[in-house]
Structure formats: C-alpha cells, structure tokens
C-alpha cells in the first residue's frame, strides 16, 4: 500500500471516528447506540497497516478525541481504540476467534482498570464509590417515603437492598471482567457485518452450542466452595473478597456451559431457535431459569454430556 493510499485510508478513519465521537457525547440517546460503533475505524486500518501505521492512527486518535470531544472523549478513545486495534491485527494475522476475543477482553480489562486508577489517584473520582453512594442514598429515601406514608414495613425488602449494595463491593473486580467481556462481545456483534463489506473478513467463530470449557474449571469451582466452607471468611476481608469473585466468575462460566447445552440438545431434536434464546432471556433478567442451568452447565462439564450423546446416537 503506497503513502498516499495510506494517508487516505487514516484520513477517512479518522473522518469517521470524529463523527462518531460527536455523537456519542453531545447526543445522549444516540450516543448509547454509536458508542458501540468506535471501534470499527481502528478495525479497519489495523487489519490493512502495519502496527507501526496502526500506532500513528492510533496517537493521531486520540489528539482528535482531545480536539472535538476535550478530556471526556480521552476514556472512549483508549478502551474502543485499543480493543479495535487488536481486533484489526489478529484478523490481519488469521488468528482465530477465540483468540482474538481474549486478546482483546484482557487489554479491554487493563485500561479500564488503568483509567479507573487514574481517576481515583489524579482527579479524586472513584467511580465505584459514586455508584455505591447514589445506591444508598436511593435506599435512604425509600426508607423516608416508607416512614412518611406510615406503612407497615418489615424491612425485609430493605435488608434486600443492602445485601445487594454490599455484593456491589465486594464484586467490583468481577463486574470489571464481566464489563469487559460484554464490551468486546458488542463491539463483534456490531463491527463484523460492517468491516466484512470493506472486505475486513475474520475468521469463522465457532457455534454457540459447540463451546465446551476446559474440565479442569469445575475442579476450580469444587475447591473454591470447599475453600469457602473451610475457610469461613468474614466478610470484607482479602480471603472473603479473592472466594467471592472468584466463585462469581466460575458460576457464570458454568452458566455459560449450561446454555451451550440448552442450545446444543435444541439443535438435536429439532427443536425451534426460539425455545433456547427464550431460556437464555430468562437466565439473565429475570434470572428464573438461573440454578437450573447453572447445574445444567456442571453436569455437562463434569460428565461430557454432549460427547455421550454424540456416542450414542453414533
């Protein structure tokens, strides 16, 4: 690719991400839906150019983002640009999916924690605390409005209230992995049909319903619930905190398995798309089906259901 060519194709990355920078932070509704959007400029030069070309876009972002957007677009540029910039190069290189999607959960998962540092240590904003504070304060006046209509109340659904405020805390460093996980995720869902009509073609993920987690995770999940019973942590401390989240992250990858499950016996028995897409609605919010397939996905990692049934019908 000549310097000209080249020059052009930053230009037009850049054109384009300036828009939607604007966007995203002077229109407040639409910005929810362009936001997703970001990544894709840094998607389709990083999949075209060298990593050196790629950096250079990549500086020449940011002092954009500073020019139209000032210190609030900074955050947007460095997690969207750097995940898009990743996810460029590895499909530049063939890499698979899989892949590519931890590659870029994990620098995702980095800046995140790296900006999140540095609001706390340079301009004093703790965003976790902030959450935590409008929660209680939204708890207080509840309390308030309960006290002032006089009614009768057991504080059952206050106690509720806490409990989960303080399962906020504790789970901070899951919801940072869990943000990040969701973040590279929306930005595939949204950037791959785009970049594949620029002729930026990643490589094929594999089915849903194919995704079988390592074993030795469940052996992981059985020492964490023995390490808790034993243990006995009180709550706030570095052992209470390490049990909690990892217990957290596991569950969900047990969930993750048992979904697999649900989509694999569907797609055997012939079963219509929207019975497993239903099951997994009702997994997240509300989570009716959770337990369910939470011991679904443990019975399935831990006894290879899947490759019985293959067996079988083999």
């Not at 504790?170 to 970049?195: G, Q, R, Y």
């Not at 969930?255 to 028995?269: E, S, T």
């Amino acid at each position: 690719m000549n310097n000209a060519h080249k020059l052009t194709q930053g230009a037009l990355c850049l054109a384009v991400f300036a828009v939607l920078i604007l966007l995203t932070l002077y229109i407040p509704v639409l910005g929810l839906v362009t936001n997703l959007f970001l990544a894709i400029p840094f998607i389709l030069f990083a999949a075209k150019n060298t990593r050196m070309d790629s950096f250079v876009f990549f500086v020449a972002a940011i002092i954009l983002s500073i020019i139209v957007g000032a210190i609030l677009a900074i955050p947007l540029t460095l997690i969207y640009g750097i995940a898009g910039l990743v996810i460029g190069h590895f499909i530049q290189e063939k890499k698979s999916r899989a892949f590519s999607f931890i590659a870029a959960t994990l620098v995702c998962l980095i800046t995140s924690i790296v900006l999140y540092a540095v609001f706390v240590v340079i301009f004093n904003m703790n965003i976790i605390e902030e959450l935590i504070r409008t929660m209680r304060d939204s708890l207080d006046q509840s309390v308030a409005i309960f006290e002032m209509l006089s009614r009768n109340n057991d504080g059952a659904a206050m106690e509720q209230f806490e409990a989960m405020i303080k399962m906020v805390e504790s789970l901070t460093p899951s919801l940072f992995v869990l943000t990040a996980v969701t973040t590279v995720l929306l930005i595939e869902l949204v950037s791959f049909p785009i970049v594949k009509r620029f002729g930026v073609i990643p490589q094929q993920r594999r089915p849903f319903k194919e995704i079988t987690l390592p074993k030795s995770i469940l052996w992981y999940y059985l020492v964490i619930i023995i390490a808790s019973f034993i243990l006995k942590p009180e709550e706030g401390d570095y052992w209470y905190l390490a049990l909690v989240n990892l217990s957290f992250i596991l569950q969900l990858c047990m969930v993750v398995q048992g979904l697999a499950f649900i989509f694999y016996i569907c797609h055997k028995k012939g079963i219509p798309k929207a019975v497993p897409i239903i099951a997994t609605v009702f997994t997240i919010f509300p989570p009716i089906l959770l337990p369910i397939v939470r011991i679904l996905g443990i019975i399935d990692l831990g006894f290879e259901l899947r490759k019985r049934l293959e067996n079988k019908n083999g």
